[in-house]
């Protein structure tokens, strides 16, 4: 859910907001809901013995916080190149006198 939500609102935020760091809070603000969301999916599922859980009870889930890191970092990058690219995009157009 959050590389759904990384890939759907970063770039898009980032070229369509002219603040960099209004697009930044805004992608913030959605990553944090959803990894809030995806997460207590996930405990709930440990907790009520699914099949196949994705958190182990009793072990702490480094991996899952590594690669959750890793979206959130990639988000802000997306983030970045959408502002990048709308800036060159403002910079081509031409000037009307």
Same mark, same amino acid.
């Given at each position: 859910?959050?590389? !759904?939500?990384?890939?759907?609102?970063?770039?898009?935020?980032?070229?369509?907001?002219?603040?960099?760091?209004?697009?930044?809070?805004?992608?913030?603000?959605?990553?944090? =809901? %959803?990894? !809030?969301?995806?997460?207590?999916?996930?405990?709930?599922?440990?907790?009520?013995?699914?099949?196949?859980?994705? =958190?182990?009870?009793?072990?702490?889930?480094?991996?899952?916080?590594?690669?959750?890191? !890793?979206?959130?970092? !990639?988000?802000?990058?997306?983030?970045?190149?959408?502002?990048?690219?709308?800036?060159?995009?403002?910079?081509? %157009?031409?000037?009307?006198?």
């Amino acid at each position: 859910m959050i590389a !759904v939500v990384t890939i759907l609102l970063a770039l898009p935020a980032g070229y369509f907001m002219r603040s960099w760091l209004a697009a930044n809070v805004t992608y913030a603000i959605a990553y944090l =809901f %959803a990894l !809030v969301y995806q997460t207590l999916y996930l405990l709930l599922d440990a907790l009520g013995g699914g099949k196949d859980p994705a =958190f182990v009870p009793g072990e702490f889930p480094t991996s899952y916080g590594v690669v959750t890191l !890793v979206i959130f970092g !990639v988000g802000f990058g997306l983030v970045a190149l959408g502002h990048r690219v709308a800036a060159r995009r403002g910079a081509d %157009a031409p000037v009307s006198v």
